[in-house]
């Protein structure tokens, strides 16, 4: 027996530089420098520009409250936490649902960090979605153990 979808699914997820909405066309969404991962001199670093591009669907109508958080999984702490606004919103037929924020974080250390997506329930604890492994590096780093 299948089990109804509460929450939205992540379709896409993509760590850019930048999104920008097309002027043009209504929900065509340019990304500027899509990453796997990030190289940097020194650390703690904080990345001048880094946004956060989600496409979501659902099935259902409604409103869905959630956040976004990146998480050291050296250390399991999170180092940044934000919460999704506007919060996703789906019409009568459900649908697709495209969002973009900034993330404004430092990464103290080299490594491994996963970025997750999380959607409140209210009988539950929350659902999290966490496709996407996030790798600052410096030159020196040899990559996890």
């Known amino acids: 027996m299948a089990v109804a979808v509460l929450t939205p699914r992540v379709r896409i997820m993509a760590i850019c530089d930048g999104v920008r ?28 520009r880094l946004w956060l591009f989600l496409l979501l669907s659902s099935p ?7 956040y976004v958080r990146v998480v050291n999984d050296q250390t399991d702490l999170i180092v940044f936490h934000m919460y999704l606004e506007p919060p996703p919103t789906f019409g009568s037929d459900g ?3 495209a969002w973009r924020g900034p993330i404004r974080c430092r990464f103290p250390e ?13 009988q539950s604890s929350d659902v999290p979605y966490f496709p996407h492994i996030w790798f600052p590096n410096s030159a020196n780093y040899a990559g996890p153990t």
């Open 95 to 97: 649908g697709l649902f």
């Open 60 to 66: 259902r109508a409604g409103e869905f409250t959630g």
């Open 21 to 48: 909405e097309s002027k043009f066309e209504a929900g065509v969404f340019n990304l500027k420098g899509v990453r796997q991962g990030m190289t940097a001199d020194a650390f703690p670093f904080v990345p001048n």
């Open 110 to 122: 080299a490594g491994q960090y996963t970025v997750q997506v999380c959607f409140f329930q209210e």
